[in-house]
């Protein structure tokens, strides 16, 4: 069974960086990609970015030239650098594995953007 942990979030001022990432266990068979998405306090999930298994990118318009999703299939692993960053970046951060029959999330963690 596919699990993903999601670390690396914080407290961070306006125009800083951050580099989440998603640890994944269990087995990549039928996972077509990975994601990161976020929820703000009264809005719904979004989409931030995803990465399919073919390393083919995918980014939301508020944050195409800033986020970078990348993932490393030796270590399992999936990132998300995150440069600039603004106040309405504040949110919690979820990975996502999605495949055939599959749509497994992480608990998320905490992105706050504040001075």
């Known amino acids: 069974q596919v699990q993903l942990v999601e670390s690396g979030g914080g407290l961070v001022q306006p125009g800083g960086s951050l580099r989440l990432s998603c640890a994944r266990s269990?087995?990549?068979?039928?996972?077509?990609?990975m994601g990161w998405y976020r929820q703000a306090p009264g809005n719904e999930r979004e989409l931030v970015a995803t990465?399919?298994?073919?390393?083919?990118?995918n980014y939301a318009y508020s944050v195409k030239g800033r986020f970078t999703i990348s993932r490393d299939n030796a270590k399992n692993m999936v990132y998300l650098q995150m440069n600039s960053l603004q106040p309405d970046d504040t949110a919690v951060y979820y990975c996502?594995?999605?495949?055939?029959?599959?749509?497994?999330w992480g608990q998320g963690t905490q992105v706050t953007v504040s001075s």
């Open positions: 269990g087995s990549s068979f039928g996972i077509y990609a």
């Open positions: 996502n594995a999605r495949g055939p029959g599959l749509n497994r």
């Open positions: 990465i399919t298994s073919g390393g083919s990118t």
